[in-house]
């Protein structure tokens, strides 16, 4: 029986991903390194260090200067997420966080950002949520199952009581060491190792989703 739901952060509640695709593209600009929008889909789910690595990708910098390149691409992702407001969270997301907790379902978020508890916040849904497990709570970042482990012993869960909803592949992934269920928000090239696949949470009820997880 599944008690618990915890949801990817970025391409699952609200679409930062543009706001990383932003900074980065300005980090790039300034450093002079091609990079584009098609570029930015690798980036996807993916942690700040290993973003970083996929833009400069051999050229010669040291670690203080990959350093000061995380920093100022954080700093220009802070700045544009001040303004996120409710109105940020993607079609279906509040009704179904609804819903769950209706049904008493938990609610843990499981994103790689440091920022999550920020970006939460801003979306107005900190009271719907009973953990957060973010960029500080594990060492190994997604694929490792670390980050969703986490979450659910945030929420007093086994894995096999929880689904994982994720847009990336690596979260899938991630959700799939766990042990958990998975459901894949996007088109099957990407999340397609999923145990459900859907475009993405619009119009999705909890009774639907079980009943898809049951098949
Ligand atoms: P930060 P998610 C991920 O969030 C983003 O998809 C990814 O683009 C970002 O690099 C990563 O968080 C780290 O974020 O730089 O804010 O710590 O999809 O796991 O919610
Ligand atoms: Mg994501």
Avoid at 29 to 51: H, K
Avoid at 84 to 110: H, M, V
Avoid at 111 to 121: G, I, L, Q, W
Avoid at 131 to 147: E, F, N, R, T, W
Wanted: proline letters at 5%.
């Amino acid at each position: 029986e599944i008690r618990g739901v915890i949801f990817d952060l970025d391409g699952v509640l609200t679409d930062t991903a543009e706001y990383h695709y932003r900074a980065w593209q300005r980090l790039a600009d300034e450093e002079g390194i091609p990079f584009n929008r098609e570029d930015n889909e690798a980036l996807r789910g993916v942690s700040r260090r290993e973003s970083l690595m996929l833009i400069v990708k051999n050229r010669p910098y040291t670690e203080s200067q990959l350093q000061e390149m995380m920093e100022r691409k954080n700093n220009y992702y802070v700045e544009s997420i001040q303004n996120i407001t409710p109105k940020d969270l993607l079609p279906g997301a509040i009704a179904l966080l609804e819903e769950l907790r209706q049904a008493g379902i938990k609610i843990a978020i499981g994103s790689a950002s440091k920022n999550a508890h920020t970006v939460v916040e801003k979306l107005g849904i900190a009271d719907q949520v009973d953990a957060i497990a973010d960029g500080y709570s594990v060492q190994k970042p997604k694929p490792a199952p670390d980050l969703f482990l986490f979450a659910a012993h945030e929420l007093g869960l086994p894995a096999n009581q929880c689904i994982v909803v994720e847009d990336a592949a690596a979260g899938i992934e991630a959700g799939l060491a766990a042990g958990m269920w998975t459901v894949g928000l996007g088109p099957v090239e990407r999340v397609g190792a999923a145990h459900v696949v859907l475009p993405s949470l619009a119009g999705i009820t909890w009774a639907e989703l079980k009943a898809k997880l049951n098949n």
